[in-house]
C-alpha cells in the first residue's frame, strides 16, 4: 500500500479531490431517479464528467508517486470531462426550448480542441504563444454562447424561473471557474514556472468547483424544475 507523507499537499489534493467527485457522482447517480424527461440525460452527463474526473485523478495521484507532476492525467480528464460540461448546458437549454443540431456540434468541436490546442502548447508540440491564444479564443467562443447565443435565448424565453436561476450559476463557474486553465496555462508556459505541484494542487482545488458544484447544481436546477411543474398542474 501506498502511503504518502503527512506534508504532501499535493497528494493530499489529489485524494481530496478523488473522494468528493466520486461522492459525486454517487450523488449525481442518484439523482438521475430524482428528475425525468431529458433532465436524466444532462443529470447522466454531468455524473459521467465527474466518473472520468475521478479516473484522472486516481491515475494522476499513482504517477505522483514518482515524484513528477502529472499535468499530461489533468488535460486527458479535460479534454473529455469539458465538453461533456459544455453538452450538459446544451441539453439543459434543449430541455426548456429549442437549440440547433448545428450549435452541438460546434460546442463539441470547440471545446475538445479548446483543450487539445493548450495541452499541445504546454507540452512543446506548438509555438506556446499561439496555443495560449488559439486555446483562449475557443473559451471566450463558448462563453459568448453561453451569454449571448441560442441556448441564453432558450433559457430565457422559457421563464422557468429554476432554470434561469440554475443556468445562472452554471454560466458563472464556467467563466470564473474555468479561468484557472488559461491562467495555468499561461504561467507554465510564459512564465517559466517549474511548478513543483502547487499548480496541480490549484487545479484539484478548483475541481470542487468546476466539477462538483457544477454537477450539483444541474441537479438541483432539474429538481426544481420538476417541482416547479408539478405544482402547476396540480394548481
Avoid at 504546454?122 to 495560449?132: D, I, R, S
Avoid at 424565453?157 to 471557474?177: C, E, M
Amino acid at each position: 500500500m501506498t502511503v504518502f507523507e503527512t506534508p504532501d499537499l499535493t497528494a493530499a489534493s489529489y485524494s481530496a479531490a478523488l473522494f468528493g467527485l466520486i461522492a459525486t457522482s454517487v450523488l449525481l447517480l442518484m439523482g438521475t431517479a430524482w428528475v425525468r424527461g431529458h433532465w436524466k440525460l444532462v443529470v447522466t452527463l454531468c455524473a459521467c464528467s465527474t466518473i472520468i474526473g475521478a479516473l484522472a485523478a486516481y491515475e494522476a495521484r499513482a504517477a505522483w508517486q514518482s515524484g513528477a507532476v502529472p499535468v499530461v492525467y489533468h488535460y486527458v480528464g479535460w479534454v473529455v470531462t469539458m465538453p461533456i460540461q459544455v453538452l450538459a448546458l446544451f441539453f439543459m437549454a434543449n430541455c426548456v426550448g429549442k437549440v440547433s443540431m448545428g450549435l452541438f456540434w460546434r460546442l463539441v468541436v470547440v471545446s475538445v480542441l479548446m483543450v487539445f490546442v493548450r495541452y499541445l502548447g504546454e507540452a512543446g508540440y506548438m509555438h506556446p504563444t499561439l496555443a495560449f491564444l488559439i486555446g483562449l479564443i475557443f473559451w471566450l467562443y463558448i462563453l459568448g454562447e453561453l451569454f449571448f447565443g441560442k441556448m441564453d435565448l432558450a433559457i430565457r424565453d422559457s421563464l422557468n424561473k429554476p432554470v434561469i436561476r440554475g443556468y445562472f450559476w452554471l454560466r458563472l463557474i464556467v467563466t470564473v471557474g474555468w479561468a484557472i486553465y488559461p491562467l495555468g496555462n499561461f504561467i507554465t508556459s510564459f512564465g517559466g514556472y517549474d511548478d513543483g505541484g502547487a499548480l496541480a494542487v490549484a487545479y484539484n482545488v478548483a475541481d470542487f468547483l468546476n466539477r462538483m458544484a457544477f454537477g450539483a447544481a444541474v441537479l438541483s436546477a432539474g429538481m426544481l424544475a420538476m417541482q416547479s411543474a408539478d405544482e402547476k398542474v396540480q394548481g
